[in-house]
């Protein structure tokens, strides 16, 4: 990803560091620092972080309850996480892992395969 650091100066726009953005909500998108470190993070509907990446390589994302909340302030729960060291914890809601069904009178638990 190009810093914005280099947009801003190929644009002649006047800066300091830190550069720090943030959307209609107060979160934090994108920062970047004098050394060249920048961060950028994504949102849902209900203001819970679900994607995060940074000039280093590292990305993480997460995926939260029906409630869509988190952090005892809130309601949910994240359900779902995995980041570029390989760490996935939880279920994906696109997965149907570990939901159960009933047919004939008689419930499976589904296995993702």
Same mark, same amino acid.
């Given at each position: 990803?190009?810093?914005?650091?280099? @947009?801003?100066?190929?644009?002649?726009?006047?800066?300091?560091?830190?550069?720090?953005?943030?959307?209609?909500?107060?979160?934090?998108?994108? %920062?970047?620092?004098?050394?060249?470190?920048?961060?950028?993070?994504?949102?849902?509907?209900?203001?819970?972080?679900?994607?995060?990446?940074?000039?280093?390589?590292?990305?993480?994302? %997460?995926?939260?309850?029906?409630?869509?909340?988190?952090?005892?302030?809130?309601?949910?729960?994240? @359900?779902?996480?995995?980041?570029?060291?390989?760490?996935?914890?939880?279920?994906?809601?696109?997965? %149907?892992?570990?939901?159960?069904?009933?047919?004939?009178?008689?419930?499976?638990?589904?296995?993702?395969?």
């Amino acid at each position: 990803m190009k810093k914005l650091s280099e @947009t801003y100066k190929k644009l002649g726009i006047d800066f300091t560091f830190p550069i720090k953005i943030t959307n209609e909500k107060g979160n934090r998108t994108y %920062c970047e620092y004098i050394d060249g470190y920048w961060t950028r993070y994504e949102y849902d509907e209900n203001g819970n972080d679900t994607y995060y990446e940074d000039s280093d390589g590292y990305w993480s994302r %997460c995926e939260y309850d029906e409630n869509g909340k988190r952090n005892g302030k809130r309601n949910g729960k994240r @359900t779902y996480f995995e980041d570029s060291d390989g760490t996935k914890m939880g279920t994906k809601r696109s997965s %149907c892992d570990g939901k159960v069904v009933e047919i004939d009178g008689k419930k499976y638990k589904l296995t993702e395969l």
